[in-house]
């Protein structure tokens, strides 16, 4: 529970730069400036999962949410969290690409810790989630480099070639905006929309063919209740 997108639902009275109703995705550690405290020698350098107070200060002792009583992780209507730990994202774009932010974050840090050399070869062991954005990260960053992937299962190994071949692997396909929920994670009903604006099930129709000659290997079909 501690990879998390919410909408910020209130502020308490020493809370300076969020506001309620922004869209955030969540930097779970419970480091030095969540805890109260001046800042370590590891937090002074931006390195906060190597925080030496993780058991220190106002916060109960845990790493991150999920690991502490006083932070509890995200499996949940609601979820504490320091003003500091909530970094603001676009309005627009699915929850299920925002919340890859935290494993994003992680493939990101090794990778720029430990970038491959140019014309080189980098081999990413593994290909779960970290690893495939691992992948992706490499391949935009360092064209010039060849990427290797070591895989133990066959979906693994179809994701990777995709990812090889800039394949669209993903869509979020939103069928309808209209909806009698208010849920504070989605943004659709917030900016109402005309019928017109919806898709025709003939034009939906058109865009799986369309999708499925270029090869797409997931569709997510979202949409309230008309």
């Keep these: 529970g501690h990879e998390v997108v919410g909408v910020i639902e209130s502020v308490g009275l020493g809370v300076r730069k969020r506001r309620v109703g922004e869209r955030v995705v969540l930097n779970p550690w419970l480091s030095c400036v969540p805890r109260g405290l001046p800042p ?22 845990g790493i991150h949410h999920g690991n502490s009583a006083a932070a509890t992780g995200a499996f949940a209507p609601r979820v504490p969290a320091h003003e500091s730990q909530c970094i603001p994202g676009p309005d627009e774009g699915s929850a299920d690409a925002a919340v890859l932010a935290d494993r994003f974050a992680v493939s ?26 691992a992948i992706a990260i490499l391949r935009e960053l360092y064209p010039s480099v060849q990427v290797l992937a070591v895989v133990r299962f066959d979906h ?12 669209l692997i993903h869509c979020n396909l939103q069928v ?20 017109s604006e919806e898709l025709t099930p003939e034009e939906v129709r058109v865009i799986g063919r369309k999708l499925n000659k270029l090869g797409t290997m997931i569709i997510s079909l979202g949409g309230g209740e008309p």
Excluded at 176 to 195: A, G, S, V
Aim: proline share 6%; charged share 20%; aromatic share 12%.
């Design 40 to 61: 370590c020698e590891w937090c002074r350098v931006g390195e906060v999962a190597q925080c030496l107070n993780f058991t220190r200060g106002s916060v109960q002792p």
């Design 108 to 133: 990101l840090h090794a990778v720029l810790h430990h970038p491959p050399p140019g014309g080189g070869t980098a081999v990413v062991y593994g290909c779960g989630t970290l690893g495939l954005l």
């Design 156 to 167: 693994q190994a179809r994701l990777a070639a995709a990812f090889f071949r800039r394949r």
């Design 176 to 195: 309808t905006y209209r909806c009698n929920f208010r849920c504070q994670i989605c943004d659709f009903w917030k900016q109402p929309r005309e019928l």
